[in-house]
């Protein structure tokens, strides 16, 4: 059935602790509005501004100090001075600090530390600065595929102004709200708005393993179930989404309608398009993924819910990062049971993530 957009819940993570299996959980999140490089510059907010705000502001919610994580996992497009970090999250010099380039892999170093028993609290935190990568390569790969499948430009232009619709629907409704913070510069300006085709913004994620979640006697969002990589061929980038997604869905012996949401790359539309219908083409499902029936399907109400990168911009390090966090957060609120996040990466590489519902997973 269709989500019924509704009115934001409260801090639904607070609630009394409940027996979690082990694991990487999703405790708590948010991230700052969206926004331009010309409103970025007017502010005068690096990568690194944006970062910190939004870490701190997690923190704040969730009554935590920096001196009570096991750990942060940095993600950024810019060359940061870890001093610098340490400065202005107030840490010592005994808390590990992570860096990386991309919010996904920030997660998975994360939950990886959580998973071993290294860590209880983790605290990822990813921010863009209107960095740029050439979509050339996918705009091809998506062209050639859309005329295998007889997919034409009219179909995105349609699913483009969907994407869009669906996002105006759940900025009135509220959806964004009980996550995406203010950002105060210098002069004390706020900016508290998704702004059109933003390019620059930060995603901060809490991640906690079971004995963590009860130390702070929350409820988490959604369990950090699996992940899965793959790399396309280098004439077919836009591939790399279907193949990632494919490879978590066997490894968890699960198919297409069981998984109740799902975020895939929208961009270019014509990409995720055509990687929809070859889900549905007996023969390249067959040559190509080496599948004895078709994928099937997907029901287009469970896809992107809240608009997707066409209608929230494409933040090519923190994006990920917001998506789980809107994906959990609207398992939440429909008390579905799982979510397929997905992203493109590295241009004919994709990262994708498998969440569930902390009241889905059985102690």
């Known amino acids: 059935m269709p989500l019924q957009f509704c009115e934001p819940c409260m801090d639904s993570?607070?609630?009394?602790?409940?027996?979690?299996?082990?694991?990487?959980?999703?405790?708590?999140?948010?991230?700052?509005?969206?926004?331009?490089?010309?409103?970025?510059?007017?502010?005068?907010?690096?990568?690194?501004?944006?970062?910190?705000?939004?870490?701190?502001?997690l923190l704040l919610?969730?009554?935590?100090?920096?001196?009570?994580?096991?750990?942060?996992?940095?993600?950024s497009s810019a060359s940061q001075p870890v001093?610098?970090?340490?400065?202005?999250?107030?840490?010592?010099?005994?808390?590990?600090?992570?860096?990386?380039?991309?919010?996904?892999?920030?997660?998975?170093?994360?939950?990886?530390?959580i998973r071993s028993g290294d860590a209880d609290?983790?605290?990822?935190?990813?921010?863009?600065?209107?960095?740029?990568?050439?979509?050339?390569?996918?705009?091809?790969?998506?062209?050639?595929?859309a005329a295998l499948f007889e997919l034409a430009d009219e179909d995105a232009q349609a699913y483009a102004q969907a994407c869009r619709q669906r996002h105006s629907e759940a900025e009135q409704s509220g959806l964004f709200s009980p996550y995406r913070i203010s950002l105060f510069d210098r002069q004390g300006e706020v900016y508290d708005t998704d702004q059109p085709a933003p390019d620059s913004g930060a995603c901060a994620l809490l991640l906690a393993s079971a004995q963590g979640?009860?130390?702070?006697?929350?409820?988490?969002?959604?369990?950090?179930?699996?992940?899965?990589?793959?790399?396309?061929?280098?004439?077919?980038?836009?591939?790399a989404p279907l193949l990632a997604s494919t490879r978590l869905l066997q490894t968890q012996q699960l198919s297409l309608n069981d998984v109740d949401l799902w975020e895939l790359?929208?961009?270019p539309a014509l990409a995720l398009l055509a990687n929809l219908a070859a889900w549905q083409d007996a023969r390249f499902?067959?040559?190509?993924?080496?599948?004895?029936?078709p994928m099937g399907r997907l029901d287009p109400t469970s896809l992107?819910?809240?608009?997707?990168?066409?209608?929230?911009?494409?933040?090519?390090?923190?994006?990920?990062?917001?998506?789980?966090?809107?994906?959990?957060?609207?398992?939440?609120?429909?008390?579905?049971?799982?979510?397929?996040?997905?992203?493109?990466?590295?241009?004919?590489?994709?990262q994708a993530w498998l969440l569930t519902r902390a009241e889905e997973v059985q102690a």
């Open 213 to 239: 979640c009860a130390r702070l006697k929350r409820r988490p969002l959604a369990l950090l179930s699996s992940q899965t990589q793959a790399r396309a061929p280098a004439d077919y980038p836009s591939l």
């Open 304 to 350: 992107n819910p809240l608009g997707g990168s066409l209608a929230l911009g494409t933040l090519p390090v923190s994006g990920g990062c917001r998506q789980l966090l809107q994906q959990a957060d609207t398992l939440q609120r429909h008390a579905l049971g799982r979510a397929v996040v997905c992203e493109q990466q590295a241009t004919d590489q994709a």
């Open 83 to 113: 001093d610098g970090v340490r400065q202005r999250l107030h840490l010592s010099s005994h808390t590990p600090l992570q860096q990386c380039s991309l919010g996904l892999d920030a997660v998975t170093r994360a939950s990886q530390q």
């Open 285 to 293: 499902c067959e040559r190509q993924l080496e599948l004895e029936q």
């Open 13 to 57: 993570q607070n609630s009394p602790s409940v027996t979690l299996p082990p694991g990487a959980y999703l405790l708590a999140g948010n991230r700052s509005p969206g926004l331009s490089s010309a409103s970025r510059e007017q502010a005068g907010f690096s990568a690194l501004d944006l970062a910190v705000q939004s870490a701190n502001a």
């Open 61 to 75: 919610r969730c009554g935590l100090s920096a001196g009570a994580l096991d750990g942060i996992v940095l993600a």
């Open 121 to 145: 609290l983790v605290l990822v935190v990813a921010s863009d600065a209107a960095s740029k990568s050439s979509a050339a390569p996918l705009i091809e790969s998506a062209k050639r595929l």
């Open 265 to 267: 790359p929208d961009t």
